[in-house]
């Protein structure tokens, strides 16, 4: 499949059940297995990726008939919306596509949940990500810097936003980067830190890239980490909150999630590091003060966390018990106990200059 | 306090205290009251305000030392943020505030939620509201459209920003509009929905500018819509969920919330008009196979909504009747259910060239 472009993938599965029904075979798809059984850490890559289980989903078998149904109309349905050139959400999706057959009580799909599902099972069946297919996902995060792109004709700058910056879409794939003049992307997670460096002119005066994804990373965010690394070779420093679910953001963008590990090689950015807040940084920065208790849910989050394959480096092991022995953890915002200027001034930069990251 | 700028009337507070100590007084602030016991409905005006009961805060009062101490200190830092021109977000203003008093165990707070209260305290007692002490709330929310405006120092275009689009700040206080060529503001709830029509480039077909809210408006969302209506004579069109919830949050965006009474002159757009997606849209649409059924918390709400002084109106009982009746509610996104372009290209049009808008 490498060389086929979406529309062609999509053909090529309508050609291959032709190519059975002329046969007098039972026509049947081939689809990866995407069963947590099936999700294989690949540290060599640094990502998660499906392994090779695969089924076989079959048109004339009552326990598959309904879903060999589904997984065609939405086939059908992105292929519309390629050749319409015409983008939707998954949620419009399931309303456009849910009917009931003609002549029976039966629906195409009654709940979302299974149109969702359908839209996986021809992703990791023809081997590409759902924004290829022009199925957009929720749009959110805001993007400020020396970047010059192209999209829908229109030549944006993001170093000319003024105090609101570029609105991130749900849906990345036409947008071409013309020109990029910064070191590196630090991403961020609050929205009040990414206003505090956005009005410090952050991105200006040390020449980067501020994304906020305002919580966790949104699927067009995580994409346009991707590309920028990929395609530009930037390095991206991820800066959080230092608590468990930041830990799980910055993982979310390096390696990707369980549930898209299908996705996790167009979506994840496995040279991303961690810049803060460390557990740490809460003592090295003098923020005792602005401490937050752990809850038992933090601890047991941490727990978990410490066990999975992609933390085990002995930095992470080292922050993590950090964490656990002294129950605490503090956000991005607690550094505006030092002076309100602080996270731009003094901690942002020494950290970068300093290259002090965990893997 | 008419003519007073937002430095002129903290000033204003400090010099009235001196001159309470200088004369031997006890030092005290007359705070409006803010409770729903003084939230009054302004008919004529259209919005929610603050009457005119006040209350006063005495330094020398067991019972008010503490907020009278809090009140001070935010308003000290408010006068410290507009001296250095830079903002900031409540839960940063918290950390920078909260610290032990010396030689006490006496915390200036314990909670952000007493620096939240101790700055809306000083938002009534000076009349204005916290974005002009640069206290910015949340970002949320996209903008596109011929619209020119100026945000620090840079000209930004709303009608060249690709798929993306502007991300509306929290704080829009400083933003000056140069030029717009539009006829109104669409204002829409759902992403999706927004994503659709800006990819059908509706603001440019029907000469209007778009503002997707992502669900609630935000406080951002809210002054820019009032800035535009009341600044530019833009009339103000919202479009919903038809649910409960799209309706409340067409009323917010109106009249104002009860919470944020003090500050709906300034936040709310009492010429805003509703224009779908009404229940009777559902029926008129054929939207019946895309209706989701009503759950008894919607109808609740539904009938406390409908006892709201500022839905009385016969349309809005005609049509809050109808959900109550069928038990019925309908998303946006139903509209793709005749076909994806069909929000753009028939339905909005025929609404917006009918006028069929509630009030």
């Known amino acids: 499949m490498e060389k086929l472009d979406p529309k062609q993938r999509l053909e090529r599965l309508g050609e291959d059940l032709i190519r059975l029904i002329q046969e007098g075979q039972n026509p049947h798809i081939r689809i990866p297995v995407r069963g947590s059984s099936n999700v294989i850490w690949d540290q060599s890559a640094g990502l998660l990726h499906l392994g090779d289980k695969m089924s076989k989903r079959y048109f004339i078998n009552v326990a598959h008939a309904r879903k060999f149904m589904q997984t065609l109309l939405v086939a059908s349905f992105a292929k519309q919306l390629l050749d319409e050139g015409i983008h939707t959400s998954l949620r419009e999706a399931y309303y456009s596509l849910k009917r009931t057959l003609p002549n029976s009580k039966e629906n195409t799909f009654e709940e979302q949940s299974e149109s969702d599902a359908a839209f996986v099972d021809l992703e990791v069946t023809i081997d590409l990500i759902r924004d290829q297919l022009h199925i957009n996902a929720d749009r959110r995060g805001t993007a400020a810097g020396n970047v010059i792109i192209e999209d829908r004709g229109d030549e944006i700058d993001w170093s000319r936003l003024g105090s609101g910056g570029w609105s991130i879409p749900g849906n990345v794939e036409d947008i071409k980067f013309k020109e990029i003049d910064a070191d590196y992307i630090l991403v961020v997670e609050k929205n009040a830190t990414f206003d ?56 979310v963008i390096k390696i990707g999630s369980m549930n898209l590990a299908h996705a996790s090689a167009k979506l994840g950015t496995p ?18 003060d602005a401490i937050i208790r752990a809850k038992d849910v933090d601890l047991k989050r941490a727990k978990e966390i410490m066990k999975y394959p992609w933390f085990q480096h002995k930095e992470w092991e080292k922050e993590i018990k950090l964490m656990l022995k002294n129950k605490v953890k503090a956000e991005q915002e607690a550094l505006a106990k030092r002076h309100l200027r602080f996270v731009s001034e003094t901690y942002l930069p020494e950290k970068i200059e300093n290259r002090s990251f965990l893997p």
């Open 271 to 288: 040279q991303a590091k961690f810049l803060g807040l460390t557990v740490s940084d809460i003592y090295n920065y003098g923020l005792e």
């Open 196 to 251: 505090r460096l956005h009005e410090d002119k952050f991105w200006k005066k040390h020449n980067c890239i501020l994304i906020g994804t305002q919580g966790q990373a949104a699927r067009g965010i995580r994409r346009l980490i991707h590309r920028l690394n990929r395609e530009k070779g930037m390095p991206v420093y991820v800066f959080t909150d230092s608590d468990p679910y930041g830990w799980y953001i910055y993982s």
